[in-house]
């Protein structure tokens, strides 16, 4: 019953979420992805720079095969300069 009560609370607030995004951007995503996010100040020796290249690297492997099972993740970057 714990676990349920968490599933159900974290997808209230991905969809919560997920409407700021179709109001502000017209975005459609999925409320059953994965949410990979990462928000903090940009500079080129942290960290996104290499997540960067983990998303390039998943995308790359679902066009070279159409039929791998993945998960589906929503990436999100955020932060300033």
Do not use: W
């Not at 390039?56 to 589906?72: A, E, H």
Request: charged content about 25%; some cysteine.
């Amino acid at each position: 019953q714990f676990v349920r009560d968490i599933q159900r609370v974290k997808l209230k607030n991905k969809q919560r979420l997920l409407a700021k995004f179709k109001d502000g951007y017209g975005l459609n995503i999925n409320p059953a992805s994965m949410f990979d996010v990462q928000i903090k100040r940009i500079h080129e020796y942290k960290r996104q720079l290499l997540n960067c290249l983990h998303v390039i690297t998943l995308y790359n492997r679902i066009k070279d095969n159409t039929n791998i099972k993945t998960v589906p993740r929503t990436v999100i970057f955020g932060g300033k300069v």
